[in-house]
C-alpha cells in the first residue's frame, strides 16, 4: 500500500502537498519570531534563546528545536525527491518541444521548478550564514542573532541573495498552496476564490514580512 | 464486356422471403424465435470466434454482448479508437416505449408509428420486435451510467420529436448519440481487458471470406503499415454503417464508407432497398466548392423558426431588407395544417423545389431562411436562447452569422440510408454466418426513418438481438474444419484486395480521389437525391460506366501500399460507390412509386405530394450481384401488412 | 487569403521529422482549418507530393479524431476541436504552424497523426460500469439527484481528443482521467466500483508514460468541451479516499 502510494505520481503530489503546507506553516511561525527583530537586540536574542529551551521542563535542552529540525528537514527531502522524480518524469513525457512555443504554457511549471531549486540552494546558504555561521561575513557569534542578521545585511551580496529567494518563495507559495489544496482534493468552484485570497495573501505578508528584516537593516531601523 | 447502356437492364429472380420470423401474434414472436432458437452451450462459447466490424452502437453493443457471453470476438473499425464510430454524432435521442409519461404510448403505438413513418416498407415482426425491445435499452444504458437528462425528482427526462404525438424520447442534452456510443465503448472496453475481445483499431475490412457458401472470416488491412492480413471465425458481423457517403456532401463522418457492405454484396449477400435515402431538411448549405461535409442542426428547429424564401427570382437582398410581403413562407402556404412542421421528406422536397425555381438564397443559392425573429419578438430572446443557444452558437461558429439578428440558412443534406444489406428475421444475410446489423442492414426503418430511431435500431440489434440469434447459427453449424490463410478462397480475397491496391497505386494519372468521389456525389445527388424521375435516373446510369472508366484510366495515388496512406483509403472506397451508386440509380429507377424518402416525380398525387403504389411496390427489393456493371438479379420480398393497414400520408 | 503554413512532416515513427514550407493561395474566409489542408494536399497530390496526413472524421466537433497543434495551441485559437476552426480566425499572408500532439504517450504515426491508444487502455483499466448485457434494473428504479445527473453530464462531454495532453507542458492525462472518473463515480450505478475505478486507472495511466500535474491549468483552457480543472481536484479527492479505503 505505502509503495504503491509512492509509485504513483498522485502520491507523490499528495507527499509534496502535505510536506509544503508543513513548509508554509514553519514559514508563518518563522515569520513571527523574526518580526521580534524590530523590537531590538534583547527581545531577538531572548527568543533565540528561547528556542532552545522550547517545551522545558518537559524537553532536555535543544530537543524541541532539533525535533522541529528534523521534521523540516524530512519534510524538505520528501518534498525535493518528489519534486525531482515527478519532474524527471514530466520532462520525459515531452520528449520534443513544440517548435511553435508559447511563453504562458510553462508559468506555473517554471514558478515551482525553478524557483524550488532557488530555495534549495537559499536554505542551504541560510543555515551556513545564521546558523552554524560557516559563510557569515562578519565574525559569527553564536547567541548573537541580532548583530549575526544585522552582519549578514549589511553586505549587498546577502541583501540580494536574501530578497531574490523571498520573492522567489512567493511565487512558489502562492502557486504551492494552491496546488496543494487541489491535490488534496479541497478545491472546488465555490471555495476557489477563497484558496486564491489565501494564497495570494501568504504569498504577499510572507514576502513582505521577510523582506522587511533586510529592508530595515539597509535603511538603519535595525542596527 | 456489357454495353454501358445495358446497365438499366436487369432480371428477377426467385422471390425471397424472411423464413426466420414465427408465425402467431406479432406480440408473440419474438419470445417464440429466442425460445425456438437453439442454445450454444457456455463451456463451449469460448471455442466460437465471432468476428465483428464497426464499433458504433451496433457493432459496439455486439461486441460487449458476445463477449460477455463468453463468445471470442475479434473486433476491427477504422478509426484510431473504437470510441469515434459516427454513432457519436447523433443529437437528438432514442426512442423508448417506456410510457413514463402516461400519455398514452406502448409497445403497440411505437410499432404502429414505426411501420407508418416507414411509409409501409418495413416488416412487421421486425419493427415490433424493434418496438419491444426499446424499453430494455434505457435500462441497459442508465445501468452503464449514460447520463440522460433527469428531472428534479431524479427521473428520467422526456422530449417529443417529429412525426408522433407523444413524449417518448430519452436524451442527453444535443449528444444522446456520443453518450451512448460511450456506453457501449465502455462495455465493450471491459472486455477487451477482460481478454475477451481482440480489438483491431486502424484496420479496414476490405472483403469477405467465403468458404463452402459460409462466411468464415474477412480480409482487412491495417492501415498504420499497410499489411494485409486475414482473420477467420464462425461468423461475422457487419456493424459498418450506412453508405451515405456515396453522396460526397453528406452528415456522415468523413471516412464512414461503403466497403464492407459492398464487398459482402458482391461476395453474395444481396442488397435491398438502396433507394431509400434520407435527407435532412435543417442542415447548414455548402459555403462553397471546398466543402467537405455537412452539419445537421437538429430539427427541433421548426418548431420555433419559420422558413422562407423571396418571392421574386434571383433576389439578393440581405433578409432584412426584403419586406413581409415580398417574401415567401411557402410551408406555411402550401401545407397550412402542419406548416412549418411537415416531415423531414416533405420540407426537404420543398426546399429543393423554391431553389430550383431560381428563389435559393445565400452563396450559390442553395439555401433557404430559417427566420427566428417572429419566435424572438414573441418569446423574447432570452427564451429563445435557453431552448436553441448551444444550436445557434453551433451555427455562429460555422457560418459567422449570428442568427438571433439574421435568419439562419439550412438546406437539406443527405443523413440516413435506410438500405442496406438484406437480413431475414435473425438478422441473417444471404450468406450464411454472415450478419448485418445497425444502420448496415435493411431492416426497420422502411422508406423513412422517424426521429430518435437510428440510435434504438443500432442498440437493439448489437445487445438484444444479435446476441440472441446468433446462437442459434453457431449451434446449427458446428465447423467441420478450421480455415486458415491458405485456404483458396482466403487467398483468392487476399490476391483480388491486393491487385485492386496495386492497380490503385499503378494508374499515377492526373485527378485525385476526392475529384473522383466529389463528381459522384454531385451526380447521385442530382438524379438520385431529393427528388428522382426516370429520364434522370436513366442519364446517372448512363454516366456513372463513364466515370468508373475514367477513374481506372486518370486516377492518382502518391505514396504506396506499405504504409499509412489515406489517399489509398479513399480511392479504395471510392471504387466501391462507383458501383454502388449504380445500383442505387437502378433500384431508384426500377421502383417507379414515391414512398417515404424515395420520391419520383412521375408518381404523384394531383396536389404533388408522395403516391404509394402499393399493388405494384408493396415489396424489399433485393438486389444480387452479378458482376461490375452487368445486370443484376432483382429478389422480391412481399410485404403484409396485418397489424397496420397501409394509408396514404396526407399533411396538407 | 495567401497563407504560408509550416508543416511538421514525418515519414514513419523511426524517420525523424522536421517543419516544411508551403505557400497556399486562394484559400476562403468560409473554410474549416481542414478543408484549408484538403485544398493543401489535392494541390500536393497533384504535383506529384504526398499529401500531408491527419486524423480527421466526424468534423463536427464531437468524434474527437482532429488533432492539430496550430501555432502552439491544442485546435488552433478558438475553444473547440481543430474542424471547427475556420479561416476566418485568420488574416491574409499569415504563417501558421502545424504541428502533431507531443507526448512520449502518444507517439507520431505519420505527418500529424498520432497514436493515442493509450487513453483507450486507462479506459480498459476501469473507465466503465459492470453491467452485462440483460442484467439491468428497471431504469427508474434508481432516482440520481439532477445536480449528480448534470454532473456526470458535464464530465461525460470528454471526446478524447487529448488536446488536454497536447497543451499540459508535462504531457500529463489527469483531466482526460478525472472526466472519466467524476462521469463515472458520481453516479450510484457507479458507486461499487468506485474505489478500485480511480485507483486502477490512475495507476494506467502513470504505466503509459504520461507526465504528472503541476495544475498549470492549460488542459482545461484546451479542452474543447470546457472540462473544468476542478475535475483534477475532485479525481483527487477520489483518490486520496479509495487509497486510504483500499488495503492492496
Not at chain 1, 514559514?27 to 523590537?39: D, P, R, V
Not at chain 1, 477563497?194 to 505578508?205: G, R, T, W
Not at chain 3, 474542424?83 to 507526448?103: K, V, Y
Amino acid at each position: 500500500m505505502a509503495f504503491g502510494f509512492w509509485q504513483s505520481t498522485l502520491g507523490k503530489k499528495i507527499v509534496m502537498g502535505v510536506t509544503g503546507l508543513i513548509m508554509i506553516g514553519y514559514l508563518c511561525a518563522h515569520l513571527l519570531g523574526n518580526m521580534k527583530i524590530f523590537f531590538g537586540p534583547g527581545e531577538f536574542n531572548a527568543y533565540g534563546h528561547w528556542l532552545r529551551v522550547m517545551g522545558a521542563p518537559v524537553l532536555h535542552h535543544e530537543w524541541g528545536l532539533w525535533i522541529a529540525r528534523i521534521v523540516l528537514l524530512a519534510a524538505v527531502i520528501l518534498h525535493a525527491v518528489s519534486a525531482y522524480q515527478l519532474s524527471r518524469r514530466d520532462i520525459k513525457a515531452r520528449p520534443q518541444k513544440y517548435v511553435h512555443t508559447k511563453p504562458r504554457m510553462s508559468y506555473a511549471t517554471r514558478t515551482m521548478r525553478w524557483g524550488g531549486v532557488i530555495l534549495g540552494l537559499f536554505i542551504v546558504w541560510h543555515i551556513l550564514d545564521l546558523t552554524t555561521g560557516t559563510t557569515h561575513s562578519g565574525g559569527f557569534q553564536e547567541g548573537h542573532p541580532y548583530q549575526n542578521v544585522v552582519d549578514t545585511f549589511s553586505t549587498w551580496y546577502g541583501n540580494v541573495i536574501y530578497i531574490v529567494a523571498m520573492l522567489a518563495m512567493g511565487m512558489h507559495v502562492r502557486h504551492g498552496f494552491w496546488s496543494a489544496a487541489q491535490t488534496l482534493g479541497a478545491g472546488n468552484h465555490t471555495r476557489d476564490r477563497a484558496l486564491k485570497a489565501i494564497a495570494n495573501a501568504l504569498a504577499i505578508v510572507l514576502t513582505a514580512g521577510f523582506i522587511s528584516i533586510p529592508v530595515g537593516v539597509m535603511t538603519g531601523v535595525v542596527s | 464486356m456489357t454495353s454501358y447502356s445495358e446497365y438499366t437492364e436487369y432480371t428477377v429472380g426467385e422471390p425471397i422471403q424472411d423464413e426466420q420470423a414465427p408465425s402467431g401474434p406479432v406480440n408473440e414472436r419474438w419470445d417464440t424465435r429466442r425460445f425456438e432458437a437453439k442454445l450454444v452451450n457456455p463451456a463451449n462459447r469460448r471455442k466460437h470466434t465471432i468476428i465483428v466490424v464497426g464499433t458504433g452502437l451496433a457493432g459496439g453493443a455486439a461486441g460487449a454482448t458476445l463477449a460477455e457471453q463468453g463468445y471470442h470476438v475479434v473486433q476491427f473499425c477504422y478509426q484510431d479508437s473504437p470510441r469515434r464510430a459516427h454513432s457519436i454524432a447523433a443529437q437528438g435521442g432514442i426512442n423508448a416505449a417506456k410510457n413514463y409519461r402516461n400519455d398514452g404510448d406502448s409497445i403497440h403505438r411505437l410499432f404502429y408509428d414505426t411501420v407508418k413513418g416507414g411509409d409501409f416498407r418495413a416488416r412487421e415482426s421486425n419493427v415490433h420486435r424493434l418496438a419491444q425491445i426499446s424499453v430494455e435499452i434505457i435500462d441497459q444504458c442508465v445501468a452503464q451510467g449514460v447520463p440522460f437528462a433527469r428531472e428534479y425528482g431524479g427521473l428520467l427526462d422526456t422530449r417529443s420529436f417529429g412525426g408522433v404525438q407523444v413524449s417518448r424520447t430519452f436524451y442527453a442534452r444535443g449528444q444522446t448519440g456520443q453518450q451512448l456510443l460511450l456506453g457501449a465503448y465502455q462495455a465493450l472496453s471491459r472486455q477487451i481487458a477482460a481478454g475477451n475481445v481482440e480489438m483491431h483499431a486502424r484496420t479496414e475490412m476490405l472483403d469477405l471470406i467465403v468458404v463452402d457458401g459460409r462466411a468464415r472470416g474477412i480480409v482487412a488491412r491495417d492501415l498504420v503499415t499497410g499489411r494485409i492480413s486475414t482473420y477467420f471465425a464462425d461468423a461475422v458481423v457487419l456493424a459498418s454503417g450506412g453508405y451515405g457517403n456515396v453522396f460526397y456532401l453528406s452528415t456522415n463522418a468523413m471516412n464512414s464508407n461503403a466497403t464492407a457492405i459492398w464487398r459482402a454484396h458482391r461476395r453474395g449477400a444481396y442488397f435491398a432497398n438502396p433507394c431509400f435515402t434520407q435527407i435532412h431538411p435543417t442542415c447548414i448549405p455548402r459555403s462553397g466548392d471546398h466543402q467537405s461535409k455537412l452539419t445537421l442542426m437538429s430539427e427541433s428547429l421548426r418548431n420555433d423558426g419559420r422558413i422562407w424564401v423571396p418571392k421574386a427570382k434571383g433576389d439578393t437582398r440581405p433578409p432584412a431588407e426584403i419586406p413581409e410581403d415580398e417574401r415567401d413562407y411557402y410551408l406555411e402556404r402550401i401545407y397550412p395544417s402542419f406548416g412549418n412542421l411537415v416531415p423531414r421528406d416533405i420540407a426537404s422536397r420543398a426546399a429543393k423545389n423554391v431553389c430550383d425555381e431560381g428563389r435559393g438564397v445565400g452563396p450559390g443559392g442553395q439555401g433557404v431562411y430559417l427566420d427566428f425573429a417572429d419566435a424572438i419578438a414573441r418569446m423574447g430572446r432570452k427564451a429563445v436562447e435557453e431552448k436553441y443557444g448551444n444550436l445557434f452558437d453551433m451555427y455562429e461558429r460555422i457560418t459567422a452569422e449570428n442568427p438571433y439578428e439574421v435568419p439562419m440558412r439550412i438546406y437539406p443534406a443527405i443523413h440516413y440510408t435506410m438500405g442496406g444489406l438484406w437480413v431475414d428475421y435473425d438478422l441473417q444475410t444471404t450468406v450464411p454466418g454472415l450478419f448485418a446489423i445497425g444502420e448496415a442492414n435493411f431492416s426497420d426503418h422502411g422508406a423513412n426513418r422517424l426521429g430518435a430511431s437510428a440510435l434504438m435500431q443500432g442498440l437493439a440489434d448489437g445487445y438484444f438481438v444479435l446476441p440472441s440469434t446468433i446462437n442459434d447459427y453457431l449451434a446449427r453449424n458446428p465447423h467441420k474444419d478450421e480455415v486458415d490463410a491458405s485456404h483458396p478462397a482466403a487467398v483468392e480475397a487476399v490476391r483480388e484486395t491486393e491487385d485492386r491496391l496495386t492497380r490503385l497505386l499503378a494508374v499515377d494519372g492526373d485527378r485525385t480521389p476526392d475529384s473522383f468521389h466529389r463528381e459522384i456525389g454531385e451526380l447521385v445527388w442530382e438524379f438520385c437525391g431529393m427528388a428522382r424521375t426516370d429520364e434522370g435516373l436513366r442519364k446517372a446510369l448512363d454516366r456513372l460506366p463513364q466515370i468508373r472508366e475514367e477513374f481506372w484510366r486518370r486516377i492518382k495515388v502518391p505514396g504506396t501500399g506499405e504504409e499509412f496512406n489515406q489517399s489509398l483509403e479513399k480511392a479504395n472506397r471510392i471504387v466501391d460507390y462507383l458501383e454502388l451508386a449504380e445500383l442505387m440509380c437502378l433500384d431508384a429507377l426500377h421502383r417507379a412509386e414515391s414512398c417515404g424518402g424515395h420520391f419520383r416525380e412521375e408518381s404523384q398525387t394531383p396536389d404533388g405530394e408522395a403516391a404509394r403504389r402499393d399493388e405494384e411496390f408493396s415489396y424489399a427489393a433485393a438486389w444480387e450481384f452479378t458482376d461490375t456493371g452487368a445486370a443484376p438479379v432483382l429478389h422480391k420480398e412481399q410485404l403484409t401488412f396485418d397489424y397496420v393497414h397501409p394509408t396514404q400520408r396526407s399533411y396538407a | 487569403m495567401k497563407l504560408t503554413l509550416r508543416v511538421w512532416r514525418q515519414k514513419n515513427p523511426d524517420t525523424p521529422g522536421a517543419m516544411a514550407t508551403y505557400e497556399l493561395d486562394g484559400v476562403s474566409q468560409d473554410m474549416s482549418f481542414l478543408e484549408m489542408l484538403d485544398v493543401l494536399n489535392e494541390e500536393l497530390i497533384v504535383k506529384g507530393e504526398e499529401p500531408v496526413a491527419f486524423d480527421h472524421d466526424c468534423r463536427e466537433g464531437i468524434c474527437g479524431a482532429c488533432s492539430l497543434v496550430i501555432n502552439g495551441d491544442a485546435h488552433g485559437p478558438e475553444r473547440t476541436t481543430t474542424c471547427q476552426l475556420h479561416m476566418r480566425s485568420f488574416r491574409d499572408g499569415d504563417t501558421i504552424d502545424i504541428e502533431p500532439w507531443r507526448a512520449s504517450a502518444f507517439p507520431v504515426i505519420k505527418d500529424l497523426v498520432v497514436d493515442r491508444s493509450a487513453f483507450d487502455r486507462v479506459i480498459q483499466a476501469g473507465g466503465f460500469i459492470t453491467a452485462p448485457t440483460g442484467s439491468a434494473p428497471e431504469a427508474h428504479a434508481t432516482p440520481v439527484p439532477k445536480a449528480d445527473a448534470d454532473y456526470a453530464f458535464e464530465h461525460a462531454e470528454c471526446i478524447g481528443c487529448g488536446a488536454c495532453v497536447a497543451a499540459c507542458p508535462n504531457g500529463a492525462a489527469m483531466l482526460f482521467t478525472s472526466a472519466k472518473v467524476n462521469h463515472l463515480n458520481v453516479l450510484p450505478q457507479g458507486s461499487p466500483e468506485r474505489e478500485t475505478r480511480v485507483l486502477d486507472m490512475v495507476a494506467q495511466m502513470d504505466a503509459e508514460g504520461f507526465g504528472g500535474c503541476t495544475l498549470a491549468g492549460e488542459c482545461a483552457t484546451a479542452c474543447p468541451k470546457g472540462i473544468p480543472l476542478f475535475s483534477i481536484t475532485a479525481m483527487n479527492k477520489e483518490w486520496l479516499r479509495a487509497s486510504r479505503k483500499v488495503k492492496r
